[in-house]
């Protein structure tokens, strides 16, 4: 049991027999009246995401969610297929199941995928990674004093907003969990 005061982002708990991920939390302690903590909650199995009130100390059930340190070795089609470090099984999970992180995948990439009662129910990619620039408009000397940005294909497929000075060819850093460009590699 985990009391709602504990909550952070990322936590998983279990609710009517259904595992909920925490998005957002918020504690709330209003002028009058009980403290409470106000949650955004996404559903593991289905995708959705639900807002939910609990009052500040109220118990829920925590689920316990092993990860374990995998490598992704390929993709076929929307399949992708990881390889346990430690045992060298594979494991073969469908995109859905990855969710936007899909994007910045690369094969040899160590992650993490979690398991719940040795189900699969997500994978924790790395914050950021380090991913060749393959398309993007050239860039032009002064274009640093505006600010502006321009599309960039990555390796891996995904689209990014970069600095217009960033060249194709080049590695840059991206945030797997906001898909921003974080600087050069």
């Known amino acids: ?7 952070r982002n990322g936590v998983t708990i279990e609710l009517d027999g259904v595992l909920y991920q925490v998005i957002e939390f918020q504690h709330v302690k209003p002028g009058k009246g009980s403290a409470f903590v106000r949650t955004k909650l996404k559903n593991l199995q289905t995708g959705g995401v639900v807002d939910r009130t609990f009052n500040a100390g109220e118990r829920v059930s925590a689920a316990r969610v092993e990860k374990r340190e995998m490598q992704f ?13 430690e045992t060298f099984e594979q ?24 398991l719940y009662k040795n189900t699969s129910i ?16 050239p860039g032009f000397k002064g274009d640093t004093a505006a600010g502006g940005t321009k599309p960039a294909k990555l390796e891996t497929g ?10 194709q060819g080049e590695m840059i850093s991206v945030d797997t969990r906001t ?7």
């Open 158 to 167: 995904a689209v990014v907003k970069v600095p217009l000075f960033v060249e």
């Open 179 to 185: 898909g921003q460009y974080l600087g050069r590699a």
């Open 91 to 114: 494991l073969t999970l469908h995109s859905a199941d990855i969710g936007e992180g899909v994007r910045f995948l690369k094969e040899n990439m160590t992650c993490y995928v979690m």
């Open 73 to 85: 070795l390929y993709s076929t089609g929307d399949d992708y297929t990881f390889m346990d470090t």
């Open 122 to 137: 997500g994978v924790d990619l790395p914050n950021s990674v380090d991913l060749q620039i393959v398309e993007t408009e």
């Open 1 to 7: 049991m985990i009391s709602s005061n504990d909550f």
